[in-house]
């Protein structure tokens, strides 16, 4: 059973564009959120996260938005720019037991053209 | 280290042959995870450790799969009479809470392929 759903599954944005990503998740007990940005050949690395008791989040170009009774999030790059060309992951936890450890999604790759 | 270091980087095995793979993790990580990532796909949980003990191993897909950290740093998977099935990335990472509150830092991972 697929506990977080991202889309979409490939996502083309011209340079300057808003590149969105959005993800949903089943399990009311996860309490964090990150995302995950991936590069060829490289392990993922945190982008940036969010607890559900903010509804957005921003650091620099991205900013992740919560909707916690859709439980859904979300992941917006302002400004695209060639070299966010990657794959992006949304991932969920929650605390303890089976809950307690990353679950990702399956990813979205991201092109952005010059 | 400086981040999470993971050998080989590649590995080619023959089906049912017995492979280690290794991670050091950010010095004075406690937590240290393995995940599996199939192409195309999102990383997949195996093993978790909590220092020397593994907390939770309900990721692991079979008795085939099993992993150790002895000395609460350096960890080890292990696979025995590997199958094609088993052709992935392996991915380590480490963090320096169970919560994660600074984030699971991830290594290149080691590309197994079994031939």
């Known amino acids: 059973q697929q506990q977080v759903k991202q889309s979409p599954q490939s996502l083309i944005v011209q340079k300057g564009g808003i590149s969105i990503i959005n993800c949903a998740y089943e399990?009311?007990?996860?309490?964090?959120f990150p995302w995950y940005q991936q590069f060829p050949g490289k392990g993922p690395a945190l982008l940036i996260a969010?607890?559900?008791?903010?509804s957005e989040k921003k650091e620099g170009r991205f900013t992740i938005s919560f909707n916690k009774s859709a439980k859904q999030f979300s992941l917006h790059i302002m400004d695209s720019q060639p070299g966010d060309s990657a794959t992006y992951f949304c991932?969920?936890?929650?605390?303890?037991?089976?809950?307690?450890?990353?679950?990702f999604g399956k990813g979205t790759k991201l092109s952005v053209k010059p | 280290g400086a981040g999470v270091s993971q050998t080989p980087s590649n590995k080619v095995t023959e089906k049912g042959k017995y492979v280690e793979l290794r991670c050091d993790p950010i010095?004075?990580?406690?937590?240290l995870y393995w995940y599996r990532q199939s192409l195309g796909q999102g990383p997949e949980f195996l093993i978790y450790?909590?220092?020397?003990?593994?907390?939770?191993d309900s990721g692991l897909p079979n008795d085939r799969f099993f992993a150790v950290r002895p000395e609460g740093s350096v960890s080890t998977l292990k696979i025995q009479r590997t199958e094609r099935g088993d052709s992935a990335v392996y991915l380590c990472?480490?963090?320096?809470?169970?919560?994660?509150?600074?984030?699971?830092?991830f290594g290149s991972g080691t590309r197994l392929t079994v031939v």
């Open positions: 399990n009311t007990a996860f309490d964090y």
């Open positions: 991932a969920a936890k929650g605390y303890g037991g089976s809950q307690g450890n990353l679950i």
């Open positions: 990472a480490s963090s320096s809470d169970y919560l994660a509150n600074y984030g699971y830092t």
């Open positions: 969010i607890r559900p008791d903010v």
């Open positions: 010095s004075g990580h406690t937590a």
């Open positions: 450790f909590q220092g020397t003990g593994a907390a939770d």
